[in-house]
């Protein structure tokens, strides 16, 4: 009966930590808000993340900010005369009604510039994303060494 309680409460834990892990303001639902730890002489990092949007209008990625990184941007990557570059979106990014956009390695992604602390594996640390519509959404990023199952299948990101 112990060990039953026990497992119990673990699970209960582990599910408590997965829908504390996704959020909701307005149309809008986010999954996942991760980022890849780093090393600690890196002064840059990626987070990552899905925006799922319910409603009938088009909402806006406008920017993003964290205390823990002097300068926050969205970015994606571009194949441009045979290289892969990467660049700031500007004017923030389109969340399509009904649709949703993948924030992930390779793709779209938010790139954090002048770290103020490494990306250990197992932190966690707050980021406002800012929505045109939707308005401010607080989020927790939680700092991973390997990219989460559904991911992209683990394309590297260097900046």
């Given amino acids: 009966m112990r060990k039953t309680l026990l497992t119990l409460g673990a699970l209960l834990s582990f599910s408590a930590g997965l829908a504390a892990h996704e959020y909701d ?5 986010i999954e996942h808000p991760w980022a890849l730890a780093v090393p600690t002489v890196s002064p840059n990092g990626a987070a990552y993340l899905v925006i799922h949007n319910k ?4 909402d806006r990625l406008e920017s993003v900010d964290t205390p ?14 045979g ?7 500007q004017g923030g990014l389109a969340i399509p009604a009904g649709g949703e956009v993948r ?5 779209y992604h938010l790139m954090m510039f002048d ?3 490494p990306l250990n594996d197992g932190d966690r640390f707050p980021m406002t994303l800012h929505f045109r519509k939707a308005g401010d959404l607080n989020v927790e990023i939680h700092v991973q060494k390997n990219p989460p199952a559904d991911a992209d299948g683990g394309h ?4």
């Fill in 103 to 107: 924030l992930e390695q390779g793709g």
């Fill in 25 to 29: 303001t307005g149309n809008l639902h």
């Fill in 55 to 58: 409603g009938q209008e088009e």
């Fill in 156 to 159: 590297s990101h260097a900046h």
């Fill in 115 to 117: 770290l103020k602390q």
């Fill in 68 to 81: 823990r990184a002097g300068k926050t941007e969205i970015h994606e990557h571009v194949h441009k005369d």
């Fill in 83 to 89: 290289l892969m570059k990467m660049q700031e979106v």
